[in-house]
């Protein structure tokens, strides 16, 4: 269940707050002043922060900046000054979004759903970049790109070196045998030549070992294949 903060000194128009979120699924939490609430925000795992502005103590835009340092979590400013600078600051600020009361509940129900979905699919999208990055003991192979690099240097390799090395670095400490990694790399059954395997593993052991009759990364397992070794 996704966690709501609201940062609210008015106790009515926060618990009204609390009630429709609540309504539609989410879990809440009240914080009534500024200092309480940033450190709410920052010590508690929440997915989303609905920020008044005129606050006792620290006020929403000093709150918004000191969360937003921290934490790339949405924002919600909500506010009675209806001027643009103060829209304009609080963006700057850091904050995702700027409700001028009095607003409907339900206008914020709906602005706090849009800001998760989009949340979730902005940290979706990031996981999934992170996962076309394979990093082991100092090589780093960018799928995405289909760059290598070796000690931060990078190092050049054809199209099947590059699929047979990432397909081990992704299967460490599993042992192929040249039959399987011909049908997987060059899709198509071991009635071909698979000394082509050994022929490409020779390659990429000289672009990414240190020393090629000692190898580091693949390793050789006789009579069955090889496997990369973490």
């Known amino acids: 269940m996704s966690k709501i903060l609201i940062i609210e000194d008015e106790e009515e128009i926060a618990d009204l707050e609390k009630d429709y979120l609540e309504l539609s699924g989410f879990e809440v939490e009240i914080k009534n002043t500024g200092n309480e609430g940033l450190e709410a925000a920052l010590q508690g795992q929440f997915d989303l922060v ?5 606050l006792p103590g620290m006020d ?3 709150v918004c900046k000191k969360i937003r340092e921290e934490k790339d979590i949405p924002i919600i400013m909500v506010s009675a000054k209806k001027d643009d600078i103060d829209k304009i600051r609080g963006l700057g600020l850091g904050a995702d979004d ?31 970049s992170r996962n076309d990055i394979v990093e082991i003991r100092g090589i780093r192979i ?12 990078e190092r050049t390799f054809t199209t099947k070196e590059f699929d047979l090395l990432t397909f081990l670095a992704e299967n ?10 011909f049908r ?45 070794k973490i």
């Not at 609905?50 to 005129?54: F, P, R, S, T």
């Open 50 to 54: 609905v920020l008044d502005l005129m």
């Open 184 to 228: 997987e790399i060059w899709d198509m059954d071991s009635i071909g030549d698979i000394a082509t395997v050994t022929v490409h593993i020779k390659k990429i052991r000289e672009k990414i070992e240190y020393d090629t009759a000692k190898p580091q990364y693949i390793e050789t397992i006789w009579g069955v294949g090889y496997r990369f």
């Open 98 to 128: 700027y409700m001028t009361k009095p607003f409907s509940p339900s206008e914020l129900v709906a602005r706090v759903k849009a800001h998760m979905a989009r949340y979730d699919r902005l940290v979706g999208t990031a996981a999934k």
């Open 172 to 181: 460490p400490n599993h042992v192929f045998t040249k039959e399987e990694l």
């Open 142 to 153: 960018d799928k995405t790109a289909r760059r290598v690099y070796v000690d931060g240097e």
């Open 60 to 62: 929403g835009f000093e």
